[in-house]
């Protein structure tokens, strides 16, 4: 069965592609696939997220699921301002979130904690909780298309070998790749993905853009992506 079009759309990010967007530490980003739209991350201010979506023309008030990638604050800060804005139906965290956080979320949404690799539905997958000996549990989402498992990651705090060696076991080979990977410097992980997308807290962001000059690309708020 052929699959149906994923759109990723980075609402916000440590830089932007124009400058009537926020701009901060932090990431945020709509995975649009059929009815579904999954808010991926809050960023820290989610004032700004909304305002950035409107700049962009992105609506956010079907948002269907919040994705939540680690408890740290530049990905789930966002949150209490959003959901007094956005009527999530569901919320999926790891484990890191605290219990009182997944409280206070349940309120507002059906909480979700992932510790398994677990599907979303539409053909989305979380990878399941990776663990990190000195960071919060993390998750990334999988979207399966034609071209192959994309994925969206928070930070990478787990590492970026062993998220793309979760989803190769999973899913397949890895397609594309995009998000945060922080002090990631084992670039020859990145050799068989047909595209990367370094955003947010990676610090070696132009070494890999000079490594991979056909497959990797800038990240920024407003940077857009489409598949199938
Ligand atoms: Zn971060
Ligand atoms: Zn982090």
């Keep these: 069965m052929t699959k149906s079009t994923l759109r990723i759309e980075v609402l916000f990010d440590n830089e932007r592609l124009s400058n009537d967007l926020e701009i901060g530490w932090g990431f945020s980003a709509l995975i649009t696939r059929g009815e579904r739209k999954v808010l991926f991350d809050t960023a820290w201010d989610g004032a700004q997220v909304l305002q950035n979506a409107d700049r962009l023309g992105v609506s956010l008030e079907d948002v269907t699921d919040i994705f939540i990638s680690h408890a740290h604050w530049d990905h789930a800060g966002g949150l209490p301002q959003l959901l007094r ?12 979130v605290s219990k009182h956080q997944r409280h206070e979320l349940s309120r507002h949404t059906e ?20 663990e990190s000996a000195t960071q919060p549990d993390e998750h990334a989402l999988v979207a399966l298309t034609e071209e192959g498992p994309v994925v969206v990651v928070g930070c990478s705090h787990p590492g970026v070998g062993r998220i793309l060696e979760r989803v190769r076991d999973e899913y397949g080979a890895p397609h594309t790749l995009i998000g945060g990977l922080h002090d990631f410097s084992d670039f020859k992980l990145l050799a068989p993905l047909k595209k990367v ?11 890999i853009l000079a490594a991979y000059p056909h497959s990797a690309e800038a990240c920024a708020a407003g940077t857009h992506l489409t598949f199938g």
């Design 111 to 130: 909480v979700h904690t992932v510790q398994e690799p677990t599907p979303l539905g539409n053909d989305l997958f979380s990878t399941g909780a990776l």
């Design 85 to 96: 804005e956005l009527r999530p139906a569901r919320t999926w965290v790891p484990a890191s």
């Design 197 to 207: 997308l370094p955003c947010h807290c990676t610090t070696k962001k132009a070494e």
